[in-house]
T-cell receptor, first 114, second 114 residues
Framework: AQSVTQPDIHITVSEGASLELRCNYS??????LFWYVQSPGQGLQLLLK??????LVQGIKGFEAEFKRSQSSFNLRKPSVHWSDAAEYFC????????????FGTGTRLTVIP | DTAVSQTPKYLVTQMGNDKSIKCEQN?????MYWYKQDSKKFLKIMFS???????INETVPNRFSPKSPDKAHLNLHINSLELGDSAVYFC?????????????FGDGTRLSIL
């Protein structure tokens, strides 16, 4: 069965600093991988996704993520964080067969300080 | 224009009551979902419908009954509400039920049981 681990519950960074949010997954093969962001009081918005091919994927809002098969990881990065990036970030894994059933991690809350 | 809209946004009610949450999407998608997000932000799928047919039915009490009158609507009815039902419920949709289809989320319905 699929599972996702986000080891960091809460991360605080200074505005302008770089950011890396960790995500590890468990799946029998290469899954589909997603990062979503949730702003307070809102639903989840897709930041980026990985299906196959180039292991470095670019997303919206200047985010990127790198798939590393050997580490079963899909970490999210941003070179320079903006105050508006403060939100909850969710990594999710989807199976490559069957219905579109996403398994989410428990999320990482990002705080940005001036 | 709101892509996935849920009503109501907030729902406060007493234990034992029956309530419904409505969801509509104007994206022309074939597939819709209900997720439950608990107090620890853990997001878990409950149901999924594709073209009005149930395709994902996770282990959910049978007090929860989804209904899809057409592929643009997926409502969630909950009977005999319990304290543990307090959560944020998210509706989502995707173009199709394929496993690589990104899901678009509504802003959530925060259900509080007194």
């Amino acid at each position: 069965a699929q599972s996702v681990t986000q080891p960091d519950i809460h991360i605080t960074v200074s505005e302008g600093a770089s950011l890396e949010l960790r995500c590890n997954y468990s799946y029998g093969a290469t899954p589909y991988l997603f990062w979503y962001v949730q702003s307070p009081g809102q639903g989840l918005q897709l930041l980026l996704k990985y299906f196959s091919g180039d292991t470095l994927v670019q997303g919206i809002k200047g985010f990127e993520a790198e798939f590393k098969r050997s580490q079963s990881s899909f970490n999210l990065r941003k070179p320079s964080v903006h105050w508006s990036d403060a939100a909850e970030y969710f990594c999710a894994v989807g199976a490559k067969t069957g219905a579109n059933n996403l398994f989410f991690g428990t999320g990482t809350r990002l705080t940005v300080i001036p | 224009d709101t892509a996935v809209s849920q009503t109501p946004k907030y729902l406060v009610t007493q234990m034992g009551n029956d309530k419904s949450i409505k969801c509509e999407q104007n994206l022309g998608h074939d597939t819709m979902y209900w997720y439950k997000q608990d107090s620890k932000k853990f997001l878990k799928i409950m149901f999924s419908y594709n073209n009005k047919e149930l395709i994902i039915n996770e282990t959910v009490p049978n007090r929860f009954s989804p209904k899809s009158p057409d592929k643009a609507h997926l409502n969630l009815h909950i009977n005999s509400l319990e304290l543990g039902d307090s959560a944020v419920y998210f509706c989502a949709s995707s173009i199709s039920a394929g496993p690589n289809q990104p899901q678009h989320f509504g802003d959530g319905t925060r259900l509080s049981i007194l």
